[in-house]
């Protein structure tokens, strides 16, 4: 059976910065607060022209280069988001189409900000069973889309951006070793979207008095994820046969500083064994553990052959925890330039189109 190993990575954060100083001057608030209360100090927020789509395909083509693999090598692209670029198509869809990954099913997981655990998780077993050789993991957000920016409960944690992983198969022992998934919908009214879905489709949103906004419980939200954190990572470290001293890194969702601190009391580690990045981007949801990955790896922290935990939790509510063992790139010849197939995306797309039309025209024929 295959080893999943995670060989490209990459992310994408909207240039534009929101300070804790910006967001004192729209709701009662200050920036010793935020900073106190959750640890962070400034988030990045969407242009009107970012999409989840489009933060996610630059995040891809990044993890992409990395892992030197063409976009028509990929068998599965999974897009972990609450904040979709429509209900339907998936943004999984769109990023295969701009990526031009041609070879690739591709669908969306909504797990809120366990998702990225929850679909890298999925990809590693479809490669580990054999059915495909590579995929590409993204968890992007807008949810700066969705923020009521009059609620100061909710509007100073979220920021928007991207990351994303490549996985590959490989006989080599190694990459995804373990993994755990939790769920508990008696907890889904703690933090919710309404708007967008059937109870609340937008076509009603004129009666909707103001449900198209995250809705959160902070303090029972807070008070879950203190307890699941720690021992999802434990499940995860007993299911790959490791204790904690066998880790050297834990990447936490990056939800509040005081949350990370509790799960570092619950497995008896010190905070500098955990990644953390909250302070400059704030709560990405999906994209927060892969963008806290990237960055690093960019720093050098982790390490080729470094054992790691990821750990999330979220609405829904959902948890979970992967374990793995770092490896890196697989060393590959030739020099992959992933961004040429973006490039030629748009005539690509319509010269698909084209021959959709033609192919239905013939087939017509043939009834
Ligand atoms: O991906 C999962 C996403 N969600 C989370 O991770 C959320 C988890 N929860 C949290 O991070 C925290 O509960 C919050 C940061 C949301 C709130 O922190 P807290 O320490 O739980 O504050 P609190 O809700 O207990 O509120 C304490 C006080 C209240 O005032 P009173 O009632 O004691 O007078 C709030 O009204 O702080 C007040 N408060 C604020 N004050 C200034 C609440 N939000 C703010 C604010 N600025 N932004």
Known sequence: MPYAHITGWGMAAPEAVLTNDDISKM???????????????ERRIARDSD????????????????????PTELGLIICATSTPDYMFPATACLIQDQLGA???GAFDLMAACSGFIYALNMAAQAIRSGSIK???????????????????????????????????????PG???????????????LLTLPVGGSRYSAT??????????????????????????????????????????????IVPHQANIRIIEAAARGLKLPMDRFVVNLDRYGNTSTASIPIAMVESLEKGQIKPGDKIVMVGFGGGLTWGALAAEWTGPIPSKGHVRPEQYRALGRVRSIVRRALRFIEGLLYRREL
């Open 102 to 104: 041609t070879k690739a």
């Open 27 to 41: 709701v009662e608030t200050s920036d010793t607060w935020i900073r106190e209360r959750t640890g962070i100090r």
């Open 134 to 172: 590579s995929a590409l993991v993204v968890g992007s957000e807008t949810l700066s889309r969705y923020v009521n920016w009059k609620d100061r409960n909710t509007c100073i944690l979220f920021g928007d951006g991207a990351g994303a992983f490549v996985l590959q198969g490989s006989e080599k």
């Open 51 to 70: 999409l989840t789509s489009t933060l996610g395909v630059e995040a891809s083509i990044k993890a992409l280069k990395v892992a030197n693999l063409r």
């Open 204 to 249: 009603r949103s004129a009666s909707q008095n103001g449900r198209q906004y995250i809705e959160m419980d902070g303090k029972e939200v807070f008070r879950f994820a203190t307890r699941v954190m720690a021992s999802a990572t434990q499940e995860a470290l007993d299911a790959a046969g490791l204790t904690v001293d066998d880790i050297q890194w």
């Open 175 to 189: 990459g995804v070793l373990s993994a755990v998934m939790h769920s508990d919908g008696s907890g889904g009214d």
